[in-house]
């Protein structure tokens, strides 16, 4: 290491507060040592996300001491002194201390600082935020990272659109550019403090559940509902939300309801993952429920179980989105909103949304991943999601992903669907049968560096596929739009009187590898070649993930 380099670690070190992490770097050998120090961790599609270890390329005291002291640098320059701050967490490794150096810091600088003295589901951070007209609110957590991981969230407050919406940019820029240029070795550690239980925090919950309730009603319903929180922080307040809204038979995953930052059952704490939900479906399979529910640690997504063609299995997060976007649309109320709804997905999500919208009259419109991008999707939101089991069911209470609110909406379609002697699989059917049968997958192609990635992005723009499954396709790349959909990733189209398909490939913006998001359309048949029509598609899906892995293949 040069002896600049030197100066900076010896004076991280120094600084760091907490005696684990510092004995932690002490202890390092050189070259592991430079390797913390190589980078520290940026702002992504969802705030900060890293390893719980020493050093500025984790989450650690001393980063969130450095975020929160240019987070509030940030807000003061921009004229928000002493506003008020909402900041809360999750039960994962770190999070309670991270939250209370978060609020230390930020009350030290003279802000209104609104605590959860325990921990609370993101969604509940974003609307508190947006409901009590915060400057700003900081949710640490990791969501549905692996074990090892912690974040660090930030909302703003600010217009209709964005009161308790995810920074973008420029804002999440000028941010780190403050953390760059504050030296830690001038950073104040706040004073060690137990947790309070602030009121206005206590009020929040309980006036988010009354938003719930009105909302989506209260019903008296039979309907049996299997739950799990995958061991993060969102059971409790769903059974309530679920209770509220008239379902009071949930049989719970007795082994995944408590929090445990270990994550001991799962490999992979994400409902989307293979193998995660299987105590959950076994047991709605057990118990005769009519639907699943999971939760990911945070509760900020929920994903969806159901029997179909009679075994049961998750719902794609493309399938419980056309499911809900009906719901939204259908609550409309044309007497009193002359505007035509508007409803959002991101581009590497399924176009079914779309077909789903005209036939309603309703707009519809394809941002960038991640929410930040979706619920800015523009005036008279009603509703937005992405694939990744992300969905804004109440965009004007909570502008942000909210698994606990989808999951009382999916209850409340479930028992309207048994109500009339259906479930949710007829439901896509009746989708299917009337839009095209829509299958959407996923391949990832893992490379060893980041020039892999780069040479498979060029080779794709510079030599793209002829045909994919059979149909001539043309393409569109991100990468050279002028519009608000600029961004490095590529689509390929084709379309033919029977089928369609779509392809689109970006570089993921968190792990080395590149991401081909997939989708086939096979042309409306009717409910009398629904059966034949979806084993189509399940077959072009096949060919088409082939053919992915293909265009992947650097060889």
Partial sequence: ???????????????????????????????????????????????????????????????????????????????????????????????????????GVLRDRGFDVIAFATSVPTPVVAFTTRRLDAVAGVMITASHNPPADNGYKVYLGGGPMDAGAQIIPPVDAEIEERIARIAVDSLVVPAAGAAVSDPRAVDA???????????????????????????????????????????????????????????????????????????????????????????????????????????????????TGALLSTTALSQHDSSTDASMPLVATTIV??????????????????????????????????????????????????????????????AALAHEQRSAGQDLAAALDELFARHGVHRTGQVSVRTDTADDITAIMTR???????????????????????????????????HSPGHDVRVIVRPSGTEPKVKFYLEVVVAAGGPERLDEDKRRADTLLDDLRAAARELGDLR
């Fill in 349 to 410: 999500s399924s176009s079914l949304l779309g077909r789903i919208a005209e036939a309603a009259g309703a707009r519809h419109t394809r941002t960038l991943t991640g929410f930040k991008w979706l619920v800015r999707a523009g005036e008279g939101l009603r509703y937005a999601y992405e694939e990744a089991i992300g969905h804004c069911v109440d965009p004007d209470a909570v502008r942000d992903k909210d698994g606990i609110s989808a999951a009382v909406a999916l």
């Fill in 205 to 319: 919950v309980e006036a988010y559940l009354s938003r719930l309730l009105e909302r989506h009603g209260s019903r008296s319903s039979t309907l049996r509902v299997a739950l799990t929180p995958m061991h993060g922080v969102g059971g409790d307040l769903a059974l309530r939300a679920l209770a509220a809204a008239g379902v009071t038979d949930v049989v719970v995953v007795d082994e995944q309801f408590a929090p445990d930052p270990d994550f001991p059952t799962v490999a992979f704490p994400n409902p989307e993952e293979p193998g995660a939900a299987d105590l959950l479906l076994e047991l709605a399979a057990r118990t005769d429920a009519d639907i699943a529910l999971a939760l990911d640690p945070d509760a900020d997504r929920c994903a969806v179980g159901a029997v179909v063609d009679g075994a049961w299995r998750m719902l794609t997060g493309d399938e």
């Fill in 1 to 103: 290491m040069t002896s600049n380099h030197t100066t900076a670690v010896e004076a991280w070190i120094a600084a760091d507060p907490d005696p684990v992490t510092r004995d932690e770097l002490t202890g390092l050998d050189p070259t592991a040592l430079a390797q913390r120090f190589a980078d520290r961790l940026h702002f992504g599609t969802a705030g900060l996300r890293g390893p719980v270890r020493g050093g500025p390329d984790g989450m650690n005291r001393l980063v969130v001491i450095h975020t929160t002291t240019a987070l509030a640098d940030w807000l003061i320059d921009a004229g928000h002194a002493g506003g008020s701050v909402v900041v809360g967490h999750d039960a994962r490794h770190g999070s309670l201390p991270f939250a209370a150096d978060a609020a």
């Fill in 460 to 494: 794709l723009r510079n030599r793209p596929p002829a045909t994919l499954c059979g149909v001539a396709v043309a393409r569109c790349d991100f990468a050279t739009r002028t519009d608000h959909l600029r961004t490095d990733a590529v689509e390929f189209t084709g």
